[in-house]
């Protein structure tokens, strides 16, 4: 039987009981893009479209164990971090893909639902500027996590620019300061390489149902670097995916709804 060669993409996250967000909107994008995904759970949630009502982080020991699992078997081309909690699994994450020598690491620095409920503790952000930004390929936050990373308010054009500056100088190669929380009828993505900026812009979409956006964007870049392709490609690519995923979603739940992360040619 012919054997068929698929790119491997890890999301390093947590569960997300409503399927929107976490491991499963990462596992649903990776297939989108035609990747097999593996997954490293860091806490457990459950949570809907109305909140998070509970979470139940999971050891470092357990995680650990995931990780070489996963790993030491099955291998990765690229792979994403997500929600991670506190400093201990910052630290114990930011090892363990230090050790396994895996470079091609998108970090979503997760830190607020959608609902409000808080994700990351102060001593976890601390952790992830030190530890885990200088081992990323690229991160993307958004402007309320660029505003936690540097201590410091990013409102317009010339704070967006600085802001990307600045968290470069942390450590990663890329930076994407993604725009949809800013106003305007327009959203404004920012990807920077140290030297040039590239911006994408595309209509902003009014719905309710934007739940998991930062989550399937990340899944989308790492799916595409495990497929071989370069920053900059991805950096379009996971774009205009999450804007076709806004526009056709489900229309699911009583809150922040879904994306629909089962759109076709993307493979």
């Not at 164990?65 to 078997?73: G, N, R």
Request: net charge neutral; aromatic share 4%.
């Amino acid at each position: 039987m012919r054997q068929i060669q698929i790119p491997r993409a890890l999301s390093i996250a947590g569960s997300d009981s409503g399927g929107g967000a976490g491991i499963q909107a990462d596992i649903k994008t990776f297939g989108a893009f035609g990747c097999y995904g593996m997954s490293v759970i860091t806490a457990l949630t459950a949570q809907n479209t109305l909140g998070v009502s509970a979470i139940a982080p999971v050891s470092v020991d357990f995680i650990r164990a995931q990780f070489a699992a996963v790993v030491d078997d099955i291998g990765v081309d690229a792979l994403k971090t997500g929600m991670l909690g506190d400093a201990a699994t910052v630290a114990a994450v930011s090892a363990l893909i230090t050790e396994a020598k895996l470079t091609r690491l998108v970090v979503d620095p997760v830190m607020i639902a959608k609902s409000g409920a808080k994700l990351l503790d102060e001593a976890a952000v601390h952790t992830l500027r030190r530890d885990l930004l200088p081992l990323a390929l690229v991160v993307t936050p958004n402007l309320p996590e660029a505003e936690a990373l540097l201590g410091a308010t990013v409102r317009s054009e010339a704070d967006r620019a600085e802001a990307a500056r600045r968290i470069h100088a942390m450590g990663p190669r890329w930076v994407v300061l993604k725009g949809g929380h800013a106003d305007g009828d327009e959203v404004t993505d920012l990807l920077y390489d140290g030297e040039s900026f590239h911006r994408e812009t595309s209509p902003r979409i009014h719905t309710r149902h934007t739940h998991g956006t930062g989550c399937t964007f990340a899944a989308a870049m790492t799916a595409v670097l495990a497929r071989g392709e370069a920053v900059p490609k991805a950096f379009v690519l996971a774009k205009r995916f999450v804007a076709e995923a806004i526009a056709n979603n489900p229309g699911l739940g009583g809150g922040h709804g879904p994306l629909n992360h089962l759109l076709p040619g993307y493979s």
